[in-house]
């Protein structure tokens, strides 16, 4: 909570010096719309994200099973987790320096730049050093879902949307079905199996592709 503090108070500066702006240009104040994007953001994420993990399992002789031993108090501490994950995340690459970006360089160069770092930064989050492939799959995957984040800030000119959508995957890939670095959580595959092949390829290739081929018709409908 103490690093989210002091990026506010690092973009506060960084808005104030950069562009004689204050916070409220990354959208912070409710409205209606930006509540709006939020519920669809948040929704298109988690169920996005719970089609490709019950997909992992669909097609071969493996299920989900609940985890019997985890407890509301362990459910709450992961939540909050995953919460202030989310938002050190969001203000970092989708705050002041992204708004900063988008007035410099317009949008489509400040949206690449920010799923660049996104994708390094992950390097050192899955501390992924030393392994090419994985670097590079790391990369892909990430600066993928990080260009879409970018996108939809530079689009609602607002930080909800990105929040929500990075909240809506992160809370159902870690704390519905144990992906993540908190270990076992609502969900675990009852048994070792996975997929193989072409079907593996395919729905991996659904969880790079899938929510931010969904965020991109949905600008081009509302557009």
């Given at each position: 909570?103490?690093?989210?503090?002091?990026?506010?108070?690092?973009s506060w500066i960084l808005l104030?010096?950069?562009?004689?702006?204050d916070l409220s240009v990354l959208g912070f104040k409710p409205s209606q719309r930006r509540l709006i994007h939020w519920c669809i953001g948040f929704l298109?994420?988690?169920?996005?994200?719970?089609?490709?993990?019950?997909?992992?399992?669909?097609?071969?002789?493996n299920s989900w099973i609940l985890n019997k031993q985890l407890t509301f108090s362990a459910v709450l501490i992961s939540l909050w987790w995953v919460v202030k994950s989310v938002l050190f995340e969001e203000l970092l690459f989708r705050g002041a320096l992204l708004y900063l970006a988008i007035e410099k360089w317009g949008a489509v160069k400040a949206c690449i730049l920010s799923a660049?770092?996104?994708?390094?930064y992950h390097w050192f989050s899955y501390n992924a050093f030393g392994n090419p492939f994985q670097m590079g799959i790391i990369f892909v995957m990430t600066g993928i879902f990080g260009w879409m984040l970018a996108v939809s800030f530079a689009k609602t000119r607002s930080i909800y949307f990105p929040i929500a959508l990075h909240l809506g995957w992160n809370l159902v890939?870690?704390?519905?079905?144990?992906?993540?670095?908190?270990?076992?959580?609502?969900?675990?595959k009852a048994n070792e199996s996975h997929l193989e092949g072409i079907p593996s390829l395919l729905v991996f290739l659904f969880q790079i592709f899938a929510l931010p081929l969904l965020v991109y018709s949905y600008f081009k409908l509302k557009k």
């Open positions: 909570m103490i690093g989210i503090i002091i990026e506010l108070i690092i104030k010096f950069g562009a004689k702006k298109l994420a988690a169920a996005v994200c719970s089609l490709y993990h019950i997909m992992t399992t669909a097609f071969i002789g660049i770092c996104f994708g390094i890939n870690i704390i519905v079905f144990s992906n993540g670095p908190l270990g076992r959580q609502l969900f675990m």
